[in-house]
């Protein structure tokens, strides 16, 4: 089983819908954080959060919050998507041997139309 | 944001043949990462590097971490088919703790 996993995987959605994008992983590791990539422009990071009652914003977090649940789970919401937000979407943990070291889930495609 | 710059941004070449990208920031970095993201994957991490001028190897992989530590090089000796994908570079300056990500390098080998 993978380390790193997101749901959904796909997602089209319409304009003003609410979203949110799970990630949970099974290192162990106290940090997530969540990226979106956009063709051409690399990974970019929206926020991070370094254990459970830790949330950090990071270089594109207007228009997204998130959650940590436990320190296993790391929510994403758009709390009314925008076109201008279809990307792929990332997860990614840390752990405490090697915090440069981050683990990326799969992916999460989203559409917003 | 800071800005990574990678180059090129892509690469088409033949199996056998060695590779060379380079990417170029505009702030001085403390760590230097190099990652490789397959299709419909996420990125996994090559090879990491924490001194100036460190050169460091994975392999068929070679990093360095340039000397001004505002850019660093990744060189793949003798490329095979399952080097294709998308090639890059992260960095990370003595404060904060994000990493920024470069714009990437697609490379393609042609068998």
């Known amino acids: 089983d993978a380390d790193v996993t997101q749901t959904p995987r796909n997602r089209i959605t319409k304009t003003g819908k609410r979203i949110m994008l799970e990630c949970s992983q099974t290192?162990?590791?106290?940090?997530m954080y969540w990226y979106r990539q956009d063709p051409g422009l690399g990974l970019r990071l929206i926020y991070y959060?370094?254990?459970?009652?830790?949330?950090n914003k990071g270089e594109i977090s207007d228009g997204y919050s998130v959650s940590r649940q436990a320190q296993a789970k790391f929510s994403l919401s758009l709390e009314s998507a925008i076109p201008n937000q279809t990307a792929l979407y990332f997860c990614?943990?840390?752990?405490?041997?090697?915090?440069?070291?981050?683990?990326f889930g799969p992916g999460t495609r989203l559409t917003v139309l | 944001g800071q800005q990574l710059n990678q180059s090129p941004q892509s690469m088409f070449i033949q199996e056998g043949e060695d590779v060379s990208m380079n990417c170029t920031s505009s702030?001085?970095?403390?760590?230097w990462l190099w990652y490789k993201q397959d299709p419909g994957e996420g990125p996994v991490l090559l090879i990491a590097?924490?001194?100036?001028?460190e050169l460091t190897s994975n392999g068929r992989l070679t990093a360095q971490f340039g000397i001004t530590r505002k850019d660093s090089f990744l060189n793949i000796s003798a490329s095979i088919p399952s080097d294709v994908g998308i090639y890059f570079c992260a960095g990370r300056g003595n404060t904060g703790n994000q990493f920024y990500f470069g714009t990437g390098t697609s490379l393609t080998v042609i068998p």
């Open positions: 702030s001085i970095f403390n760590t």
């Open positions: 290192k162990g590791h106290d940090r």
């Open positions: 959060s370094f254990d459970v009652k830790d949330i």
């Open positions: 590097l924490y001194k100036a001028g």
């Open positions: 990614a943990t840390s752990g405490p041997w090697d915090y440069d070291t981050q683990y």
